[in-house]
């Protein structure tokens, strides 16, 4: 993954195409069923989304059926010496959270701007079309 980033390739896509490359390279010796490898990508997958916790993430992440599994290989990542900021220790406590202090937890995130948890920034439509749709129309209603 490190070495496709390197070459540019952002981070998801690396991760995907190094997935693509490992299990290609382990069904040459094995024979590993689909029923298998979709879900082994999809917990790899969930690796770079667990980071982003802002807004609704947190809890759509929390409610994705693989979560569980996810979960758990962070924790494996981590107790193999990976360092990962406290993130496992965060999802475990935003696990064991009511809804409030859920939403403390995403708050504490936003305050501390570290960008953890957050996404790209989204461009905002400009109002021009919607100001000539209402213009066209009102226009339209005095003929």
Same mark, same amino acid.
């Given at each position: 993954?490190?070495?496709?980033?390197?070459?540019?390739?952002?981070?998801?896509?690396?991760?995907?195409?190094?997935?693509?490359? +490992?299990?290609?390279?382990?069904?040459?010796?094995?024979?590993?069923?689909?029923?298998?490898?979709?879900?082994?990508?999809?917990?790899?997958?969930?690796?770079?989304?667990?980071?982003?916790?802002?807004?609704?993430?947190?809890? +759509? +992440?929390?409610?994705?059926?693989?979560?569980?599994?996810?979960?758990?290989? +962070?924790?494996?990542?981590? *107790?193999?010496?990976?360092?990962?900021?406290?993130?496992?220790?965060?999802?475990?406590?935003?696990?064991?959270?009511?809804? *409030?202090?859920?939403?403390?937890?995403?708050?504490?995130?936003?305050?501390?701007?570290?960008?953890?948890?957050?996404?790209?920034?989204?461009?905002?439509?400009?109002?021009?079309?919607?100001?000539?749709?209402?213009?066209?129309?009102?226009?339209?209603?005095?003929?």
């Amino acid at each position: 993954m490190l070495r496709l980033q390197d070459r540019g390739m952002p981070p998801i896509p690396a991760m995907q195409e190094a997935a693509h490359e +490992l299990i290609a390279e382990q069904c040459q010796r094995i024979a590993i069923p689909k029923r298998f490898t979709m879900p082994i990508r999809e917990i790899w997958d969930m690796q770079e989304r667990l980071p982003r916790r802002s807004g609704k993430r947190a809890d +759509l +992440l929390l409610d994705n059926p693989r979560f569980r599994a996810g979960y758990d290989f +962070l924790l494996l990542r981590e *107790s193999a010496g990976e360092q990962t900021d406290g993130l496992g220790e965060w999802w475990t406590d935003y696990q064991d959270a009511n809804d *409030s202090e859920r939403r403390d937890m995403i708050r504490d995130l936003a305050g501390k701007g570290d960008g953890v948890g957050e996404g790209p920034k989204k461009r905002r439509r400009s109002g021009t079309k919607r100001k000539r749709s209402a213009a066209d129309a009102s226009g339209a209603a005095g003929d």
